[in-house]
């Protein structure tokens, strides 16, 4: 019965953790609130989630979409000044629309004065807003209005007001493309405002009329589940975990050649020849129990750490500005505890009191107690390479990954105690420890430096601090592993190494070299070169404000059925971009990986680029009310609300950026790309496509 809880309980956390992505992460509450005789108040109390954000109103153009408010209808009422915003409003310089934007997070009230002037009254409308994370934009979102009421009776009969289907804010109208123009006359006249029966009637009834012997009506068809299909093959084929679990096991092989660990073999093994003594089977017993006794440790320490933050949350740490700071500080601190500056260690008691307790105890318990005390006496130098690795393990967006580092770590870890204790004459032929030690705690904490900068640069990045933009980045790589070089060739010391030390092994000199050789490989970095090995660590390249050679892409097409026929004329696979003239990460995508000659090239020639903007504001023919795929109603107006209906209603999605690439019915040829500055990854993603489309032919 438990076992069946427990599986029901992470079966729910999984689907919650798929709903994220299509729910709406604002929500908006709206009413009216008489605050005199001849005056009444139209509020919309927001609540924000977290790591969201609200843009505010009156933006200068050329940035994101201002929230504005819009009239149907309004009779018997004037304005009073203009939508206001009540909150703690914050004032970032955002770099890739190169101006100061305004929004807010957690909560915040828009709120509209009319005068009334009439003895009745109606107001009718919608409060237009658009919220982005870090990640992701959502489209422009409606709140739709309709209030009714009674004024004074002194006052003259109601007439239509001057504001009627006008906004009351300046909206921040999105110039029209040509092909977007050429979009609203494919748009069909006869268009009702029926409720459809299903999504997919909803979706055809806005979809344009069959022309030149194509169906463009089908090309609407969801293909929620085909995407869903090819995004769980890509989740499930492990790659991402084994490549954790990798990088767990590098980690503990690291951690094993620490002093702080390596001298720790003779003691426990020892302890265990000492207990097994006549018993063979009883030492292999107790050697293999203590290296389980391992596993569970660290297994647990990953436990807790997913139940900290929650399976939901995991994601989200990649971009949570505290929390990338407090680990720059952490790995900083411990860098410089490994050059020697100071020494970090817990308190002895705590050790000699686990130690004492494991001597005087008998039994599978005093087992694991000698394991604890591993992990006790060993914290200095493990803390951080766990630290690292339970942060990558979190940041990537699966919520066994923490489970799955951990358990390659301690495997790592508890190997070589549990082969010396079951065969005792190998520790004779092990190395001694000595100053081979201290290099590999100087290595890393240069390591440990370099990747602390990767968590400063998200901070830096959410913050608009712009103290580490790309050319500084890069420079401080340049000489942390231009001094890692020299100091493995022995042209740098430290105060701790050993001054007897003449030459340097072999070993430590390729390395050496190698590692000038990566410092000379990021140079070309500082005049705009993308340094392909290190993207995926540099803040994106649109920081940068020199650069020789930049390279960019545009669409071939801004309209969806357009794009589509004209690829099923050239026989080429289809790359569909949902992005927004107001959408940050977007251009992040497009400066950071759409300038790689390599992206840019297959974008260009190999298929052909569609790029929906979802905050497109010029106007339909005529408003086209449908049915979401959640049964609420929605009132198409823009072509932005066109193409947003799209992305929800034929792939289940609610954001931008979005790639998906499709043949030429409109069916997915993978699995769908969203906010990830990885080129080998997107290149790998647009290959995918590529080979299936010719499979297909």
Known sequence: MKKRQFLTLIFSLLVSIVAMGQQNPVHVSVQQKRVSPTEVDIIFAAKIASGWHVYSTGLPAGGPNSTVLRLDNAEGVSPVGKLTAHGKELNVFDKAFDMKLRYFENSVSFVQRY????????????LEYSTCNEEMCMPPMQVEFNFKGNGPASAPAAAPSDVEKKTTDAAVAAPAEAEGTAALSAMPADTTKNV????????????????????????????????????????????????????GIVGGLVALLTPCVWPIIPMTVSFFLKRAKDDRKK?????????????????????????????????????????????????????FSFFGWFELRLP???????????????????????????????????????????????????????????????????????????????L??????????????????????????KFLSVAD??????????????????????????????????????????????????????????????????????????????????????????????AQYTD?????????????????????????????????????????????????????????????????????????MRTLRTVGDKWSYLEETKFGYLAQPFYVPLDNQGKPLNGSFSYKEDIPGYLDFLNKGLENYQAKR
């Not at 005068?115 to 919608?126: N, P, R």
């Not at 190698?514 to 392909?532: D, E, H, I």
């Open 348 to 426: 002895s008691s705590w050790g000699n009191a686990v130690d004492n307790k494991a001597a005087a105890t008998t039994g599978l318990f005093s087992i694991f107690l000698m394991a604890f005390t591993l992990s006790l006496v060993s914290f200095s130098c493990t803390a951080p390479v766990v630290g690292l690795l339970l942060v990558q393990a979190a940041t990537s967006g699966d919520w066994v990954a923490p489970a799955v580092g951990m358990f390659g770590f301690a495997l790592a870890l508890a190997l070589p105690f549990t082969l010396f204790a079951l065969f005792p004459s190998w």
């Open 115 to 126: 005068k009334i002037t009439a003895k009745t009254y109606s107001i009718k409308g919608y």
């Open 196 to 247: 459809t029966a299903s999504t997919a009637d909803s979706a055809a009834s806005v979809a344009p009329a069959a022309t030149s012997g194509t169906n463009d009506s089908d090309l609407w068809q969801p293909v929620i589940k085909e995407l869903k299909a090819f995004n769980t093959a890509q989740n499930t084929d492990n790659a991402s975990l084994w490549y954790i679990f990798f990088m």
């Open 560 to 632: 969806y059925e357009e794009g589509m026929r004209a690829a099923a004329a050239a026989g080429k696979p289809v790359l569909v971009d949902f992005t927004g003239f107001g959408c940050v990460n977007c251009r992040k995508m497009e400066a950071a990986v759409w300038t790689d000659s390599r992206v840019a090239e297959k974008l260009m020639k190999d298929y052909v680029l569609i790029s929906l903007y979802v905050d497109d504001k010029t106007p339909l023919k005529q408003p086209v009310e449908v049915k979401r795929p959640d049964g609420t």
């Open 428 to 453: 004779k032929q092990a190395p001694k420890s000595g100053s081979w030690m201290n290099m590999v705690k100087v290595v890393l904490g240069f390591v440990e430096l370099a990747f602390s900068l």
């Open 461 to 554: 990045l959410a913050y608009g601090w712009h103290i580490l933009d790309r050319e500084t980045f890069l420079s401080i790589w340049i000489a942390l592993f231009a001094l890692l070089g020299l100091y493995l060739i022995g042209k740098l010391k430290f105060p701790h190494d050993d001054p007897d030390q003449k030459a340097m092994p072999v070993p430590a000199i390729m390395l050496g070299l190698c590692s000038l050789a990566f410092s000379v490989y990021m140079l070309p970095g500082l005049w705009g070169a993308p340094c392909k090995a290190v993207s995926a660590f540099a803040p994106p390249i649109n920081t940068q404000d020199f650069n020789l050679a930049p390279q960019t892409v545009h």
């Open 283 to 335: 030492g292999i017993r107790d050697a293999v129990t203590y290296g389980l006794s391992i596993i569970v440790i660290y297994m647990g320490l990953a436990t807790i750490v997913t139940a900290a933050f929650g399976p939901q949350k995991l994601n989200e740490l990649a971009t949570n500005a505290p929390f990338n700071i407090f680990f720059f500080l952490l790995l900083a601190v411990f860098a």
